[in-house]
């Protein structure tokens, strides 16, 4: 039988997904693309090329959408899977377009969700939220890029696994299974949305390596951009040691008030490293070594913008733009309701939002002007971790995966 799929975006994960499933017979693909003229451009190059090329290790494959359109309701009414392929700072405006639209059993996902992405999907979906699933990937299988606009995109290498979350948690297996097959990546369910939100180390590296390599920055440019992981020195990795330690210390804290919740997915940096890197780390015996030798890592370098003389770094990027409202300040939220300190992660917090411009942790507690336009549980005011479990489901969601 065919399966309706509605891919939300028009960027280099879009892209991707479109040719890999267009490409498939029993599949049905229709793209929502409201940004600006992105639509326009789709269905240009898609005349042009007769579809999306997705250029893989593998070879070619070619993947035609049976429709793109900015209209919601034209490119969502009837599918069975939604999967937002977005920057996290536009989940929320398209997941309230989109509301309307979703037929009952739904599922609607995000790929990758990072933080609290059921906090936010359960807000903008409002009353419909109880007739659809929720679904979470921590990360995007593929790194992906467009070569040309609606019409070809390369995958540069694909994630051995990929952690997924879902809501109601006895989904997650089932949704796993589909998405499985459909993206020929291997997926592992994990308790909770919580575990998802906590697990996620990019909240640790992006912004602790932005800190470390720029919070004494003179204002100067540099001559040339500075690496970026390689750039790990001894003082930066004590800095993501610190924050890992932080996160690791609400993990127990949570185990102990909650024993039944299964947060065996939020490992520590080191062991992130190791398991995700085996193979391409040269000496892993310390944390600056696993950075400092990642073979994988070689040659990538600090968001930097040119400039006369030299390169200045881009603090709008998104190792500080998305991964502080949208990832690390989740879980300092979720840190406040626990009465868990973070003094590092708050020191990095304060000087992200400094070059932000934004206000997102006032005299240590998570709120100020921008809070808004973060996925924190503050914003949704939640105020206790009781409230936040009851409401996310994060212990019924364990036991449903657990039976
Ligand atoms: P991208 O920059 O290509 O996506 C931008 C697209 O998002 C735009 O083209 C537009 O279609 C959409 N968009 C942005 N703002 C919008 C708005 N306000 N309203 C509606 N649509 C809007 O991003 P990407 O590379 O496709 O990545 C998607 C997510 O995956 C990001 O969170 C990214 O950090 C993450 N990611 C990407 C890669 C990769 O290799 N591309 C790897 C790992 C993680």
């Known amino acids: 039988m065919k399966i309706q799929i509605t891919i939300c975006g028009g960027g280099n994960a879009a892209h991707t997904l479109v040719g890999l499933l267009g ?39 070619l993947g035609r959408p049976d429709l793109v359109s900015r209209n919601a309701s034209k490119a969502v009414s ?30 609607v996902g995000a790929l990758p969700a990072r933080g609290g992405f059921d906090l936010g999907a359960r807000s903008a979906l ?17 790194a992906c890029r ?10 540069l290498g694909t994630k051995k696994q990929v952690d997924i979350a879902a809501w109601p948690a006895a989904q997650g297996p089932v949704i796993a299974d589909r998405l499985q097959q459909l993206l020929s990546v291997r997926l592992d369910p994990v308790g909770s949305f919580l575990s998802l939100t906590l697990a996620d180390t990019g909240q640790i590296i992006h912004p602790g390596i932005m800190y470390g390599l720029f919070h004494d920055w003179n204002g100067k440019p540099y001559p040339d951009k500075r690496p970026f992981y390689q750039g790990v020195d001894d003082t930066i990795a004590e800095v993501l040691q610190q924050m ?38 040269a000496d892993s015996s310390t944390l600056q070594s696993r950075f400092a030798t990642n073979q994988s890592y070689a040659g990538l370098t600090a968001p930097m913008k040119p400039m006369s003389g030299g390169f200045v770094p881009d603090f709008q990027a998104r190792y500080l733009a998305e991964d502080v409202p949208f990832n690390l300040l989740v879980t300092r939220g979720i840190a406040g309701l626990a009465d868990v300190p973070m003094p590092m ?21 998570v709120e ?25 489901e994060y212990l019924a969601a364990d036991s449903a995966v657990s039976t």
Not at 246 to 267: F, H, I, M, W
Request: glycine fraction near 8%; hydrophobic fraction near 40%.
């Open 23 to 61: 490409n498939q017979n029993d599949v049905i693909v229709k793209v929502y693309a409201p940004l600006g003229d992105e639509a326009d451009r789709w269905q240009n190059g898609i005349r042009l090329n007769g579809g999306i090329t997705v250029l893989t290790p593998q070879g070619k494959k």
């Open 78 to 107: 009837g599918s069975e899977l939604v999967i937002l392929a977005l920057p996290a700072f536009a989940h929320q405006a398209i997941l309230e377009e989109i509301a309307p639209y979703l037929i009952s059993g739904a599922w």
């Open 126 to 142: 409002g009353h419909q939220v109880t007739q659809v699933s929720i679904f979470g990937f921590q990360t995007l299988p593929w």
């Open 146 to 155: 467009i070569q040309q606009y609606g019409s070809e995109a390369i995958i």
């Open 244 to 281: 890992s330690d932080e996160v690791q210390g609400l993990r127990t804290v949570l185990g102990k008030s909650y024993p039944d919740l299964d947060l065996s997915a939020v490992r520590s940096l080191n062991d992130w490293l190791l398991r995700s890197y085996q193979g391409t780390i």
């Open 345 to 365: 992660v708050d020191r990095v917090v304060t000087w992200a939002q400094t070059q932000l411009g934004k206000e997102y942790l006032v005299d240590g507690k």
């Open 368 to 392: 100020g002007t921008d809070l808004p336009a973060t996925r924190a549980p503050q914003r949704f005011a939640i105020t206790s971790l009781d409230r936040l479990f009851q409401e996310m």
